[in-house]
C-alpha cells in the first residue's frame, strides 16, 4: 500500500513537471532560440511552475480527507464503561482493562476520530484503545508513533493495529518492536516486511471491499507469522471500519457499518483474549444457601414493586463492577429493577406487580456480547409482556476475562436461589445461542447437584455443540449470512479454556439430556445450527425426554428472539404449557 502510494506521488510529480515543461514552451514559442542563459531560464521556470502546480495539487489532496459523522459525535462523549479523552497523540479510550492495551494506526486521509465508534467496543471488552492522530492524516510518515503511546503507559501487554495504509504501517512497527509487540491487527490491509515469529496476526476484511488489492493481499501471506489467522466479514466493505463518508473507489457494503464495526470488534477481542482471559475473578464464589426473603434489602429502583432484583442486593462487591447497564429512559409499560447477588449483577423485567412464574433468561452473543438495549430488551420486554411472567436476566461473566468455569459457577448459585423462592415448578428457564447452551448445560449442572429441575427449559438456537463438528455445517454456512463457523470455534476454544469440549457444560450436545424436561426448542432451516439442532432433537425425542420443537421455514438464527410473531406465538406456547403443568400439579394433590 505504501508502495501504491508513493508511486501515485511519483506519477503526480512527473504529470506536474510535464504540465510545467508544456507551459514554458508555450509561452516561449515565439521568442527566437537564445543563448545558454536563455536555455536555462526556460528550464527553471518550467521546474518552478512544476514544482508549484504539484504543491497545489498535494496540498489540495491532503485537505480534503474524510471527517467524522454522526455516530463518532456521540461515541465521543464515552459510555458507562468507557472514558474517551483527547490527547496530544489522538484519543484515549479509558475502559475497564488494566493489563491489555491497543494501539490504532488509522487510515489514509481518515480523521482518527472516524474510528471511536469502531474502537469503543474494543475498550470496553478490556483492553484500552490508544487511537493516534497522524501528520496530515498519513500514518506512514510517523510510523513509529506508537512509541509516544507506549511511553504514556504502563500495560503488561500491547498490541498493535491499523485500517487500510495505517495497518501496514502498524505492520512496519510491529516488526521493528517484537519484544514489546504481542500481535498486530491488520484492517483491510496486509504487511509489507516479515512479521515476526514470536508475534501473531489477525487480519479482517470485507467480501464487498473495492479498495483492497486482493492479489498483494494473498502475496503478504507469505510475510505472516505462523500464529495468524483471518476473519471475513460478509458484506462488509473497506469504508464500513470508519465512521465516515464512503471512500473513493470503494462500493456500498451489504450490511451496515455499525454491524460491520461490531463484527470486527468482537474479533479482535477474541484475538486479544488469550492475554485478557488470565485475570481471574477477586474471590472464590461458593454456592450459598438460600436467603429467606425477609432478610434481604429491598433496592431503590421500584422501590414500591417487589421485584426479584430489588429483592436480593446482598451488598456483595461486583466480580466486574466496570461493566454496568441502564436501562431505557422514559420506560412505562413495564417495571425495571437492577440488583446483584453472589457478586453477579442482575437484572429484573416484569409487566405487573406480583407474578407467581418466572423466567430465568441466559442472553446469547457468543460469550462475547452482553445484553443490551438494541437487541434484547425489545424481546425480553416483549416476553414480559406477553406471558405476564416476571423476566430475571443474569449478566454472566463473559469471554472478554473469564471463561465458561466463572459463569457456571455464578448461574448456578443464582437459580438456586430463585428456585428458593419460587419453587422449580414456577422457574422457567430460557436461553438463545450461546446463552441456550448454558441453558441446557446449567440443567443438567442441577441434576447434577441433585437439585430441582425447572419447569420448562426454552431454547432458541442454541450452540450445543461447541466445535460445530456435524457433517453438513459447510452447506448451512453458505446459508447463513449471520454466524461465521470459523470464528464461532475461536471463541469456543477460547470459552473452553482447555478444557475438553465435549464437556456438557461447553456441549450440551454430548450430556445426559434424559435429565431434562418440557423442553421447548426453536431454530431456523436455514441457519448454521441447524443440522446439529436436528441431531440434538432426535436425541431428545429418541431418550424420550418431552420435547416440542419449532422450526422456522426460511428462518435463520434466533429467529423466534428477532421475529415479532414469532416470539409472541413462542410466549403463548410457554403459558398454555405452564397452565397445563400446574393443572396437572393440582390434580395429582
Keep these: 500500500m505504501v508502495n501504491h502510494f508513493v508511486l501515485k506521488i511519483v506519477i503526480v510529480a512527473f504529470v506536474c513537471f510535464i504540465t510545467g515543461a508544456l507551459i514554458t514552451a508555450i509561452i516561449f514559442r515565439k521568442r527566437a532560440k537564445g543563448s545558454g542563459k536563455y536555455m536555462l531560464r526556460r528550464v527553471l521556470l518550467a521546474y518552478l511552475i512544476g514544482l508549484l502546480l504539484f504543491l497545489g495539487t498535494v496540498t489540495i489532496y491532503l485537505l480534503n480527507y474524510q471527517h467524522p459523522g454522526k455516530q463518532t459525535k456521540e461515541a465521543l462523549n464515552g459510555s458507562s464503561l468507557v472514558s474517551v479523552e483527547k490527547t496530544d497523540l489522538g484519543y484515549f479510550l479509558d475502559g475497564p482493562g488494566k493489563d491489555t492495551a491497543f494501539v490504532f494506526y488509522p487510515g489514509e486521509k481518515i480523521a482518527c476520530e472516524c474510528y471511536v465508534p469502531f474502537l469503543q467496543s474494543v475498550a470496553e471488552g478490556g483492553a484500552d484503545v490508544f487511537l493516534l492522530k497522524m501528520p496530515l492524516n498519513l500514518a506512514f510518515l510517523d510510523t513509529n508513533a506508537a512509541d509516544k503511546a507506549i511511553e504514556a ?3 503488561d501487554n500491547w498490541y498493535i493495529g491499523g485500517h487500510s495504509l495505517g495497518g501496514e504501517a502498524a505492520a512496519l512497527y510491529a516488526a521493528s518492536s517484537p519484544e514489546t509487540v504481542k500481535g498486530v491487527v491488520l484492517v483491510a490491509s496486509y504487511p509489507s516486511t516479515q512479521i515476526p515469529e514470536e508475534q501473531k496476526l489477525l487480519s479482517i476484511y470485507g467480501t464487498s471491499d473495492a479498495i483492497l488489492d486482493f492479489d498483494e493481499y494473498q502475496s503478504s ?27 473513493h473507489g470503494d462500493v456500498e457494503g451489504g450490511i451496515s457499518p455499525e454491524k460491520q464495526q461490531h463484527l470486527a470488534s468482537k474479533t479482535i477481542l477474541a484475538f486479544l483474549h488469550p492475554v485478557l482471559a488470565s485475570t481471574e475473578p477477586d474471590t472464590e464464589v461458593e454456592t450459598p444457601e438460600p436467603i429467606p426473603v425477609e432478610e434481604t434489602e429491598q433496592g431503590q429502583e421500584n422501590a414500591n414493586v417487589q421485584l426479584f432484583a430489588n429483592r436480593i442486593n446482598d451488598n456483595s462487591s461486583l466480580w466486574d463492577s466496570g461493566r454496568d447497564y441502564e436501562f431505557p429512559e422514559g420506560e412505562t409499560e413495564i417495571y425495571t429493577a437492577k440488583g446483584h447477588y453472589n457478586q453477579m449483577r442482575v437484572l429484573s423485567l416484569a409487566s405487573q406487580e406480583h407474578s407467581d412464574t418466572v423466567v430465568f433468561y441466559i442472553h446469547g452473543g457468543a460469550y462475547l456480547s452482553d445484553f443490551d438495549n438494541g437487541y434484547y430488551y425489545p424481546a425480553v420486554k416483549q416476553i414480559t409482556l406477553k406471558t405476564g411472567y416476571e423476566v430475571i436476566v443474569p449478566q454472566y461473566p463473559l469471554l472478554t476475562g473469564f471463561n465458561f468455569t466463572h459463569a457456571y459457577t455464578l448461574l448456578q448459585s443464582l437459580y438456586y436461589r430463585v428456585v428458593a423462592e419460587y419453587g422449580a415448578d414456577h422457574v422457567i428457564v430460557m436461553g438463545d445461542s450461546a446463552g441456550g447452551a448454558l441453558a441446557a448445560g446449567l440443567c443438567m449442572q442441577v441434576a447434577e447437584n441433585g437439585w430441582e429441575q425447572p419447569s420448562q427449559l426454552v431454547l432458541s438456537s442454541p450452540w450445543v455443540d461447541l466445535m460445530i463438528t456435524h457433517p453438513e455445517t459447510d452447506k448451512y454456512q453458505e446459508l447463513d449470512k449471520d454466524l461465521d463457523a470459523y470464528m464461532l470455534r475461536l471463541y469456543g476454544e477460547l ?31 436455514s441457519e448454521l445450527f441447524t443440522p446439529m439442532l436436528q441431531l440434538f432433537y432426535e436425541k431428545l425425542a429418541n431418550k424420550g425426554v418431552s420435547c416440542e420443537q419449532i422450526i422456522g421455514e426460511g428462518m435463520g438464527h434466533n429467529f423466534v428472539i428477532t421475529e415479532t410473531d414469532s416470539l409472541d406465538d413462542l410466549c403463548a406456547r410457554m403459558v398454555n404449557k405452564q397452565n397445563e403443568l400446574t393443572s396437572q400439579q393440582t390434580e395429582e394433590q
Excluded at 457444560?505 to 450430556?511: E, N, V
Aim: proline share 5%; net charge negative.
Design 495 to 525: 470459552w473452553a479454556a482447555g478444557e475438553n469440549p465435549s464437556d456438557y457444560h461447553l456441549s450440551p450436545m454430548y450430556g445426559d439430556v434424559t435429565v431434562l424436561r418440557n423442553v421447548t426448542l426453536c431454530y431456523g432451516d
Design 221 to 247: 501471506k507469505s510475510l505472516w507469522p505462523d500464529q495468524s489467522s483471518e476473519y471475513i466479514v460478509s458484506g462488509g466493505n473497506h469504508t464500513g471500519f470508519a465512521d465516515c463518508d464512503l471512500l
Design 153 to 155: 503507559g504502563a500495560y
